[in-house]
């Protein structure tokens, strides 16, 4: 009886002490798209995180892009059952900060470390002044292209819309394009497109977003040009693979192709039989300054967590304080971390890829963070372009159109402006 | 006469006791969401943070969306190029293999293996197809006629995209037709023919006649099929190019998922479920008039 007693008071303590312990153990939940080559090695930071903070854990969860990007965040909001942490492209940050969906990270990041980013990383998770996320990697987009057709056609590296035409002109054959770019409407397909509206010297609105620049010489010239690509048999109107793969370039189906830094390790990986340059994409005129984009994405946490301090420990660990940066980024020479630190102690790395190193010393310096207009503008714009592209459209009567709308959306436009500083 | 309404009232409950699987099925996942769209619709909302009330903004701006018009114009071009050519080739292939032997088993498996493989494989399959270095090309270059976009092309995509849909729906209306052709007495043909009818007359006066529920269900399911086609746009063109293989309900789609105008696109989709109940209607009266 005695013993019984006894079984049943240390079982009793047993019960209280564990949930004494699971009471303090708290469960953040970390939501990211599905990527096979990357998601092993955050989840190799996340166990290693688990591991020295047993009282926070993080639960890594991915899901296929399209759910993703599409009806997982949106479901998640509004059941309630948000993750504490996700990532957030810069394009579809605005939205959300909008809503008030981000948490502010100012107060939560100190000097040091907000001075160790990337100026033009840093502004990416910024609007007007705050914070709303930390930025992981930057891929800024090139022309690549294939050295050995360049050499064979007597072509230099066109510095200029023009150049760049007649240089698709001499490439163009029979069973090769001269350039793959995205013929299908979408997020990417302006992403890629924005440097021939920049190195035209031209955007889409004034600074302070209220006044549409559409209908200027630079936009039109940027609208052209894509429309020559379809028009005149230079790109694919349709592709068989996607247009941020290295794979239509390496197949041969085009002798350039507009596309971002990300492929580096494909290229390395299954290096074609031909030499790859990359070029930037050209100005409109030779004297004028050409201009590229970059993407990446941003740890950002939802400002309706439990848990804010503890979530803003974890990404600031995994950005500041681990080595995900070096491993993620650095390691496989495809992608540049978003500090500065980084980049410089890994420049040696870089160095085994010509291609990197270009991209860091040609590249990154014209390179500007991805716009963030709203869905309302990027509608237009793809509308616009897809139209010039495919039915013709005179480019000035398409950009004439576009700077109407988006002057008639930004007159009643009442949210936060998305422009960088 | 005391059990009599009894046993009448246990046969009406039993009776509704089969039914309530299916209703609350049908209630789940058609009458709840159609009221949902339509609430949705009265909303603006990003699809994250607060839904706003907007009242029929959303539903009055529908009309003077040069995009929906243009979306609803392909819907029609693609019904108006599906639904004839559906109803024909599914009811020869029935013809060709009605009746049961070895051969025809043989064709009636090919032609509904089709409907066993999911459409994203399908699309795929034809995307590569039609690509510039794919096979048709190949076999346009063997024959000395140039490459063609297909996909690319404004005026070849809807096309393409029809035969993809024809490609896997084929099979399957086949076999209703052989089920109808099956219905029909062989004496009524024996009859015929005894008295001169050839094949032709025999199917205008005799098949054709006999087949009308048959084909009442396979143009009504058909027109239901082809308004709420997907997969395919979404596989093979994305819409583009410049619109021309998008329909209201891809339409829709594109507008909640890609641009987060949840309202506005919910308010279209309800206008799309609107057009699909009033054209079936229609071909239900349609139908029962000529019967």
């Known amino acids: ?421 | 006469m005391f059990l009599r309404p009894n046993h009448r009232t246990l046969r009406i409950l039993t009776g509704y006791l089969f039914v309530i699987p299916d209703f609350v099925g049908l209630l789940i996942f058609f009458i709840v969401p159609a009221f949902l769209a339509v609430y949705l619709g009265l909303h603006e909302w990003s699809g994250v943070g607060k839904m706003r009330y907007v009242g029929f903004v959303n539903f009055r701006s529908i009309p003077t969306d040069p995009i929906f018009v243009k979306s609803l114009l392909v819907t029609l071009r693609l019904l108006a190029l599906f639904i004839p050519l559906n109803f024909l080739f599914s009811l020869i292939l029935a013809l060709l293999v009605q009746i049961p032997d070895r051969t025809t088993s043989v064709f009636r498996t090919i032609y509904f293996a089709p409907v066993a493989v999911s459409s994203v494989s399908i699309g795929l399959i034809w995307k590569f197809m039609c690509q510039p270095n794919g096979i048709l090309n190949v076999l346009l270059a063997s024959i000395g006629i140039e490459r063609q976009p297909f996909l690319g092309s404004i005026n070849q995509a809807l096309p393409v995209l029809v035969s993809t849909i024809l490609y896997q729906s084929v099979g399957y209306f086949m076999v209703i037709f052989i089920a109808g052709l099956n219905d029909i007495p062989q004496e009524i043909y024996e009859a015929a023919k005894v008295d001169g009818a050839n094949f032709l007359q025999s199917l205008r006066f005799i098949t054709l006649p006999l087949l009308k529920p048959v084909s009442l269900f396979v143009l009504v399911t058909s027109l239901l099929n082809a308004f709420q086609v997907f997969d395919q746009i979404q596989i093979l063109t994305g819409g583009g190019p410049a619109y021309a293989t998008t329909t209201v309900v891809f339409y829709s789609y594109r507008l909640a998922f890609e641009f987060y105008k949840f309202g506005y696109g919910s308010a279209i989709n309800f206008v799309a479920f609107l057009i699909q109940m009033v054209m079936s209607l229609a071909l239900f009266r349609l139908m029962r008039e000529e019967k």
């Open chain 1, 1 to 421: 009886m005695r013993r019984l007693a006894f079984l049943i008071t240390f079982l009793s303590l047993v019960l209280v002490v564990n949930f004494a312990i699971a009471g303090q153990q708290i469960t953040l939940s970390f939501w990211k798209f599905t990527a096979p080559p990357d998601d092993p090695i955050i989840e190799k930071y996340v166990n290693l995180w688990n591991e020295t903070h047993p009282d926070i854990q993080v639960k890594f969860i991915t899901m296929p892009w399209s759910d993703y990007t599409g009806t997982a965040l949106p479901a998640a909001f509004a059941s309630g059952e948000a993750p504490d942490i996700f990532w957030l492209s810069p394009g579809d940050l605005l939205r959300y900060v909008n809503e008030g969906i981000l948490l502010p990270l100012n107060n939560l990041v100190t000097e040091e470390e907000l001075a160790d980013l990337l100026p033009e990383a840093r502004k990416r998770p910024t609007v007007e002044g705050t914070l709303y996320g930390l930025p992981v990697e930057i891929e800024p987009v090139a022309i690549f292209y294939n050295v050995n057709l360049f050499k064979e056609s007597g072509l230099d590296v066109p510095k200029s819309f023009e150049a760049l035409l007649n240089a698709a002109e001499k490439l163009k054959t029979k069973d090769r394009y001269s350039i793959i770019i995205d013929p299908v409407p979408s997020y990417y397909q302006l992403f890629i497109w924005y440097p021939f509206l920049w190195g035209a010297g031209a955007d889409v609105m004034s600074p302070d977003w209220k006044k549409a620049t559409m209908d200027t010489e630079g936009a039109i010239a940027a609208l052209k040009i894509w429309g020559d690509f379809i028009q005149k048999g230079y790109s694919p109107s349709t592709l068989p693979m996607p247009a941020g793969s290295i794979d239509p370039l390496v197949t041969g189906l085009g002798a350039m192709q507009l596309v971002g830094m990300w492929v580096l390790s494909s290229l390395e990986q299954n290096p074609p039989d031909f030499e790859v340059g990359i070029f930037p994409v050209p100005a409109l005129r030779e004297e004028m300054s050409p201009a590229s984009v970059f993407g990446g994405w941003n740890f950002v946490i939802n400002s309706k967590t439990r848990y804010p301090e503890e979530a803003t420990a974890f990404c600031r660990w995994i950005i500041f304080e681990s080595d995900f940066l070096k491993e993620y980024c650095v390691d496989r020479a495809s992608k540049l971390p978003s500090r500065v630190s980084v980049l410089e102690a890994g420049r040696e790395t870089f160095s085994r890829n010509p291609l990197a190193i270009e991209f860091i010393d040609k590249i990154l310096p014209i390179a500007r963070p991805e716009p963030r207009y709203p869905t309302d503008v990027v509608k237009i714009l793809m509308d616009t372009l897809s139209f010039v592209m495919f039915t013709g459209l005179d480019p000035k009567e398409a950009a004439r159109s576009a700077n109407a709308q988006i002057q008639s959306y930004l007159d009643t436009y009442k949210g936060r402006i998305g422009a960088y500083d």
